[in-house]
């Protein structure tokens, strides 16, 4: 019963396993459908509504958890919603996949970049302990990357390579966009040190990586641009304006003519092009751009980068003496801090406030768990209890039933026993009786045979007896004589079933011994002495001791040994 109980067990756990890692697959699969999806907010909702459909028909926690990951996605600008969807997401998964805990842990790193560091690389941490110990390591080469940024954003540049080598190591050959994002983070670490040519040499690799390819996706268009842009930072640290002027332009360039163009990445140089522009006097140059500024500016989503345009413009309208301008610039510079400001106040008290709930949470899930396992603990001993009551139980009852058995078997034999002994004691009183008999008949016997010898003797001395008195006296003593040998006879003879069992269990062990030796054992062991079994057997009492010490020599008796005692030992 207790092996089969524990088979089960084990092949629970491994069901349970296998359904684990089954699920964490599903995980995988959903994540390649949300990434074909291109961020299309409308398709991106009706497969969340497709996972919460499926976890209403069957009520299966995977497929709560499968909805709740998707509608974390349907609020890319609503950094609150997103983090509180997170960690809502956290608490129902409570590490059940291991898929799910590390895209949580992964999506907080990002929302705390810049509002929590501490609080991001501790769930950086978090995600790259689970995903070292995975076999597929999904997330790993951007877990990396997020650290080795992490280390670049707090000026220490020689760990931040080292993650992004981790980062660029992990990393599948088909992911050139990637790798090439990689080499351009080595080349920002050296321009950091003081390193413009490796700086230099590591960009222009990194382009040429994504400019071998025969055709290339929006995002690796966006990211050769990227880098052009960097590349024209490194010319003009080192001072080659020319190169830096070309690489700014290309920049620049690129998202004018995109229809979707990213406003941000206009104005993200611009300041150094001014300067690139002041030194080589190109003042017309210096006019269009601020131009485009200009016209970016309202385009403008993110208030630090509204912030960083009208920087610009004002030291640009400052150094061209247009106070008009100026002062238009500086209003606005001012209307975008005060923004900024109640940005910065309205986050910190948002992460705050989802911070404080999802600890409070956490406590009352911790708590109830706490309870939910002392009740747990408390059932287990209790069934515990019982358990081993009832074995108790059972173990008294069947002691004492074999108690109950064992007793009513003694009294069975005893009663045998006592049944037994009375036959024998009966049956002892019989042979007692028999023997004494058999004496008294032997001394009959005797005496009849020595009053017999003297009538024969009278006869001879005496010539004128009765002749025919003394042959009747003799024939009466004859008869006598005959009778006590039927007796003697019928007691021998009489052989009880022992005598005979004897009989059969001597000749068995000494086969070798004759009838008559035997029958002479059957006298020894009725204690008979010499004399008597003579009588009995018409022999000397001295040939009766030869027998004897024959019989002893044959069954291999040494001399002190009592043979009559020996024969009675046989049973």
């Known amino acids: 019963m207790y092996r089969t109980v524990i088979f089960y067990l084990i092949s629970f756990f491994f069901l349970y396993s296998c359904h684990s890692q089954n699920d964490n697959e599903y ?3 959903l994540d390649k459908e949300y990434t074909a999806l291109n961020n299309d907010r409308e398709k991106i909702y009706g497969l969340y509504i497709k996972e919460n459909e499926k976890y209403k028909k069957t009520q299966d926690l995977k497929y709560l958890i499968s909805s709740k990951y998707i509608e974390m996605f349907l609020y890319p600008d609503n950094r609150s919603k997103k983090i509180s969807l997170i960690y809502e997401l956290l608490r129902i998964n409570n590490d059940e996949y291991d898929y799910i805990t590390t895209a949580c842990n992964f999506n907080l790193a990002l929302e705390f970049e810049e509002a929590s560091p501490k609080l991001c690389l501790q769930f950086l941490n978090a995600a790259i302990k689970i995903e070292e110990k995975s076999d597929k390591k999904t997330f790993l080469p951007h877990l990396y990357h997020m650290k080795g940024r992490w280390y670049f954003n707090h000026n220490n540049y020689y760990q931040a390579k080292l993650y992004f080598g981790k980062g660029l190591n992990s990393l599948c050959r088909k992911d050139t966009l990637y790798i090439a994002s990689m080499y351009n983070n080595f080349a920002l670490c050296d ?14 690799y ?8 025969k055709s290339l996706t929006e995002g690796e268009l966006y990211f050769i641009n990227l880098m052009k842009g960097n590349l024209g930072s490194f010319y003009f640290i080192k001072k080659d304006y020319t190169n830096a002027i070309k690489y700014y332009n290309e920049q620049i360039e690129f998202q004018m003519a995109k229809a979707n163009r990213n406003p941000y990445i206009i104005i ?3 300041a150094e092009l001014l300067q690139v522009y002041k030194y080589m006097d190109m003042p017309l140059s210096s006019k269009k751009l601020i131009e485009r500024v200009v016209a970016t500016l309202p385009k403008l989503e993110s208030t630090k980068d509204g912030i960083t345009a009208c920087t610009l413009l004002q030291n640009y309208y400052a150094e061209n003496n247009d106070f008009e301008n100026l002062k238009l610039y500086s209003k606005k510079l001012e209307m975008y801090n005060n923004l900024f400001y109640k940005e910065t106040v309205r986050d910190l008290d948002a992460v705050s406030d989802i911070l404080n709930g999802y600890i409070i949470k956490n406590i009352n899930q911790e708590y109830d768990y706490k309870i939910a396992d002392q009740r747990k603990k408390t059932a287990l001993m209790i069934i515990l209890a019982v358990v081993v009551i009832i074995f108790f139980i059972r173990a008294i009852i069947r002691i004492r039933k074999r108690n109950k058995e064992e007793r009513r078997l003694l009294e069975s034999q005893n009663t045998l026993l006592e049944n037994d002994k009375e036959d024998l004691e009966k049956d002892i009183e019989l042979q007692k009786g ?7 008949n032997l001394n009959l016997k005797i005496e009849t045979e020595k009053a017999f010898l003297e009538n024969l003797k009278k006869i001879k001395k005496s010539k004128n007896i009765n002749g025919e008195e003394t042959v009747k006296d003799l024939l009466f003593k004859i008869n006598n004589l005959l009778q006590i040998d039927q007796k003697n006879h019928d007691f021998i003879g009489e052989s009880s079933e022992e005598t005979k069992q004897f009989m059969q269990k001597i000749s068995e062990r000494f086969p070798f011994l004759t009838e008559h030796e035997l029958k002479l054992c059957v006298y020894f062991r009725l204690n008979l002495s010499s ?9 000397t009492p001295g040939s009766v001791r030869v027998y004897k010490t024959k019989i002893k020599y044959k069954i291999g008796l040494v001399k002190e040994t009592d043979l009559n005692v020996f024969l009675n030992s046989i049973k």
């Open 434 to 440: 028999k023997i004494k008999n058999l004496h008294l």
């Open 27 to 29: 995980f995988y699969q």
């Open 206 to 213: 990194g382009l040429k990586i994504l400019q071998n390819k």
């Open 531 to 539: 004399k008597e079994v003579s009588l009995l057997e018409n022999i």
């Open 268 to 270: 993200r140089n611009s």
């Open 191 to 204: 321009q950091r040190m003081g390193r413009i040519d490796s700086s230099i040499k590591l960009s222009l």
